[in-house]
């Protein structure tokens, strides 16, 4: 079956000076967890080929780095942060998937670790346990702290369910910031690294995941009910650029918006179900 894709809508880019978020009550996580009713679901995320793939196009996508210069006609090269890891059977890694709507006195509890966010002069990195990529997943009310290492100065923008931002020195090395409304939070730079993107996921319950060097995911313990299935697939085409007009330098890229997919279904009890999605995304494969 082939899944046709929504792309969601761009976030603004505008500089905001940080809004105070209203604090919603958090639910009680985990009061009723059954685990003897509880379900898995699992599977693979692959992308598809077109009907009609153009010879001049590449299989799998090449995504060209980032050229940064270093001044004094010098460069060098910066992977797309949002480029695709992609396997030889068209498998994705990295893809996130969620499970949403789910009651969170039902759920099992928080399992996933402390989130911190470190900038520097290559990107953002988000720290997560084992894992140090591009993304995290951040309970709603938990705190995340942004830190910048060494003698730099570096900032950071957050945009999407929560609107702030930073700069950090030496002498203010790290800010914590709590998150008190679920949604995607879009991370990128305010010192002048416009390659920049991260995502942050703030959820109520922690069945979220991303596909892993296998390219399967699995999301356990899940309590029977409906809910929606969610795949998210960042975006690495860049859609516009902004040049500052004294200097003549790129100061800012917008990525063209995200893959995203959403599916409602039904969690049975006690059933392992297994799902291959195919993602039909139709700026997949660059030219």
């Given at each position: 079956?082939?899944?046709?894709?929504?792309?969601?809508?761009?976030?603004?880019?505008?500089?905001?000076?940080?809004?105070?978020?209203?604090?919603?009550?958090?639910?009680?996580?985990?009061?009723?967890?059954?685990?003897?009713?509880?379900?898995?679901?699992?599977?693979?995320?692959?992308?598809?080929?077109?009907?009609?793939?153009?010879?001049?196009?590449?299989?799998?996508?090449?995504?060209?780095?980032?050229?940064?210069?270093?001044?004094?006609?010098?460069?060098?090269?910066?992977?797309?942060?949002?480029?695709?890891?992609?396997?030889?059977?068209?498998?994705?890694?990295?893809?996130?998937?969620?499970?949403?709507?789910?009651?969170?006195?039902?759920?099992?509890?928080?399992?996933?670790?402390?989130?911190?966010?470190?900038?520097?002069?290559?990107?953002?990195?988000?720290?997560?346990?084992?894992?140090?990529?591009?993304?995290?997943?951040?309970?709603?009310?938990?705190?995340?702290?942004?830190?910048?290492?060494?003698?730099?100065?570096?900032?950071?923008?957050?945009?999407?369910?929560?609107?702030?931002?930073?700069?950090?020195?030496?002498?203010?090395?790290?800010?914590?910031?709590?998150?008190?409304?679920?949604?995607?939070?879009?991370l990128t730079s305010a010192s002048g690294q416009y390659w920049s993107s991260a995502d942050l996921f703030i959820?109520?319950?922690?069945?979220?995941?991303?596909?892993?060097?296998?390219?399967?995911?699995?999301?356990?313990?899940?309590?029977?009910?409906?809910?929606?299935?969610?795949?998210?697939?960042?975006?690495?085409?860049?859609?516009?650029?902004?040049?500052?007009?004294?200097?003549?330098?790129?100061?800012?890229?917008?990525?063209?918006?995200?893959?995203?997919?959403?599916?409602?279904?039904?969690?049975?009890?006690?059933?392992?179900?297994?799902?291959?999605?195919?993602?039909?995304?139709?700026?997949?494969?660059?030219?």
């Open positions: 079956m082939l899944i046709v894709v929504v792309a969601a809508g761009c976030e603004p880019s505008t500089i905001a000076l940080p809004l105070a978020a209203t604090p919603d009550p958090l639910p009680p996580l985990g009061t009723h967890f059954d685990r003897a009713e509880s379900a898995k679901y699992s599977g693979r995320i692959h992308w598809c080929i077109p009907d009609h793939f153009p010879a001049h196009w590449t299989y799998p996508p090449n995504i060209p780095p980032v050229r940064r210069s270093l001044g004094n006609n010098r460069h060098d090269e910066i992977p797309n942060p949002n480029a695709l890891t992609r396997e030889p059977d068209r498998g994705i890694v990295g893809a996130v998937v969620a499970l949403r709507g789910i009651d969170p006195a039902k759920s099992k509890p928080w399992h996933h670790p402390p989130v911190e966010v470190e900038l520097t002069d290559r990107g953002i990195i988000v720290h997560q346990g084992d894992h140090h990529g591009r993304d995290g997943f951040v309970r709603r009310g938990d705190t995340v702290v942004f830190r910048v290492s060494g003698e730099q100065t570096l900032g950071f923008r957050a945009r999407g369910a929560e609107c702030f931002g930073s700069i950090l020195t030496p002498k203010q090395s790290q800010v914590t910031h709590r998150f008190n409304k679920p949604g995607r939070v879009s959820c109520d319950t922690p069945y979220i995941t991303r596909t892993g060097a296998d390219e399967e995911y699995v999301l356990s313990d899940i309590p029977p009910g409906p809910c929606e299935y969610a795949v998210y697939i960042p975006n690495w085409n860049v859609e516009s650029c902004e040049i500052d007009p004294e200097t003549g330098v790129l100061v800012r890229q917008q990525y063209a918006a995200p893959f995203e997919y959403v599916d409602p279904i039904v969690i049975k009890a006690r059933v392992h179900t297994g799902r291959d999605h195919t993602m039909n995304m139709p700026l997949l494969v660059i030219p």
